[in-house]
């Protein structure tokens, strides 16, 4: 893809001042922030989170039956604030302005070094905090039946107290997996069920904020990647779009199961809980479905790109930085995944990738063995970095032509560098087996090819020498 893909995610901005895409890139290697930036569950004092549920409530009730209230608009006017002072916000981006009246409702925050962090992912644990703010929902049951959200935990009372109101579940029965990013779709449907919580408190509880059953392909029809979405989300987004919560690019796709950012996520909950919500008037104008996602391949650039690079990160195939750029390192990760995938081996994110990426795990190691160490799988050609007996990285490698020994050794050697040997230059060198080693090549194609020694992209070859140590063990397999 080119760069008319760019800037195609605007969903979730309207308006002649929100109408500038976003990009979504993550600084971190791994393409998911660990920072909280929405602090502890303390952060926001009731008040303003009692002055947001009023407001949203007055918003939501009185449009949905048909009449603003005038007070709830001045009051939204009235409390209009510039866009706080972040180190990465100019002010006059897209969502500055919905940043601003966030922030000022105390309904988000920046992180601690100052900035914002438009473009980093919002995580589970994040959004619940997001969301119980916005709705101002305090306290919960004394405990949840998810394992991994500890009493201690800054996000333990809004996960709790969203379940209690029963518009949480976990990912598991026993998992709610706060650190997983949110993608667009689950987004719809949470602010959805929130805005729904809303409503089953006003006067006019039957005024759906879901299409009719008849009605959400209708509302879909404008959405080439319509048949992408998940069908727990399906009548949640046909709302969403309905209600002018969120919005699709100009070409014509969604991107349901993109990682949403927190720039995107400001303008959803800005527009659910701090503006009138307009329904719009008629259906959009069809266009074909799509059953997979454009072509992505060296030299495409945005939204796409970024998505497919975190979500092989998440799934341990290393790719350098999340940047939306289709490099070198995006191609060998592409590699690594068809080969593990059992598809056609091009580096190309295609129809085939697509569809696997999606549903796609990370691998099981073949071995079990405490601590670090390497598997070499010679059918797939891919290298294993396991730790603790999974798998952290998955790294595209090709072994010997005519064959690379099945076994099991111990690195013995270790080089920094361009190292000469018999046959050729290797670099970074680290030998397991008397006169094979694992090392950075130029030329590394999908099959066997290399002299025995296990070949991998120059680019990752000092980050595995700097993985390994002497005696590390090294199993090879096919």
């Known amino acids: 893809m080119g760069a008319d893909i760019t800037d195609t995610l605007n969903q979730t901005v309207r308006g002649s001042s929100m109408e500038r895409g976003s990009r979504m890139g993550c600084g971190s290697p791994t393409g998911y922030g660990s920072r909280m930036g929405c602090g502890s569950p303390t952060g926001c004092g009731p008040g303003a989170r009692g002055r947001s549920r009023l407001r949203g409530a007055l918003l939501v009730g009185a449009v949905i039956a048909g009449c603003l209230l005038p007070g709830a608009v001045s009051a939204a006017q009235a409390d209009a604030v510039p866009p706080p002072a972040f180190t990465d916000i100019a002010g006059d981006e897209w969502f500055a302005e919905a940043v601003g009246a966030l922030v000022a409702e105390g309904i988000i925050k920046g992180h601690d070094d100052g900035s914002f962090g438009p473009n980093d992912p919002i995580t589970r644990a994040q959004m619940a905090a997001f969301l119980t703010r916005a ?26 107290a969203l379940y209690g109101a029963g518009l949480v579940s976990g990912t598991t029965p026993t998992a709610f997996s706060p650190e997983v990013p949110v993608t667009r779709q689950q987004a719809a449907s949470l602010i959805v069920r929130a805005l729904e919580a809303y409503l089953a408190e ?52 969604l991107y349901p199961g993109l990682n949403l950012t927190r720039a995107q996520m400001a303008a959803m909950l800005y527009r659910a809980f701090l503006q009138p919500i307009m329904p719009r008037d008629g259906y959009p104008a069809a266009v074909p479905a799509e059953s997979a996602y454009p072509t992505q391949s060296k030299g495409s650039r945005g939204m796409l790109v970024a998505f497919l690079e975190s979500r092989l990160t998440a799934l341990r195939y290393p790719c350098g930085d ?49 601590g670090a160490r390497l598997e070499v799988d010679l059918t797939r050609q891919v290298v294993f970095v396991v730790r603790e007996n999974a798998v952290t990285e998955i790294i595209h490698c090709s072994t010997g032509k005519a064959g690379t020994p099945p076994g099991h050794g111990r690195v013995w050697l270790m080089q920094t560098g361009w190292q000469e040997c018999s046959v050729g230059w290797m670099f970074y060198p680290c030998y397991f087996y008397p006169h094979i080693a694992i090392h950075g090549s130029s030329s590394v194609p999908p099959w066997p090819a290399s002299h025995g020694c296990v070949r991998t992209p120059n680019w990752i070859a000092p980050w595995v020498y700097s993985q390994a140590f002497i005696g590390m063990s090294v199993d090879v397999y096919y």
Do not use: C, N
Request: no cysteine.
């Open 202 to 253: 006003e006067p006019r509880p039957d005024a759906g904020l879901r299409p009719a059953e008849d009605e959400v392909s209708a509302w879909l029809a404008g959405f080439r990647d319509r048949l992408l979405i998940a069908p727990a989300h399906v009548a949640s987004v046909a709302g969403a779009y309905r209600l002018g919560i969120i919005e699709g690019a100009e070409d014509g796709w």
């Open 135 to 160: 709705l101002g929902l305090q306290g919960g049951p004394a405990s949840t039946p998810f394992a991994d959200v500890a009493h201690d935990s800054w996000y333990y009372e809004p996960v709790a």
């Open 322 to 370: 999340v940047d939306g750029v289709y490099d070198d390192r995006t191609r060998d990760a592409v590699m690594a995944f068809e080969k593990v995938e059992r598809l056609p081996r091009d580096g190309i994110a295609g129809a085939g990738v697509w569809q696997r990426l999606f549903v796609a795990q990370t691998p099981t190691p073949r071995l079990s063995a405490p």
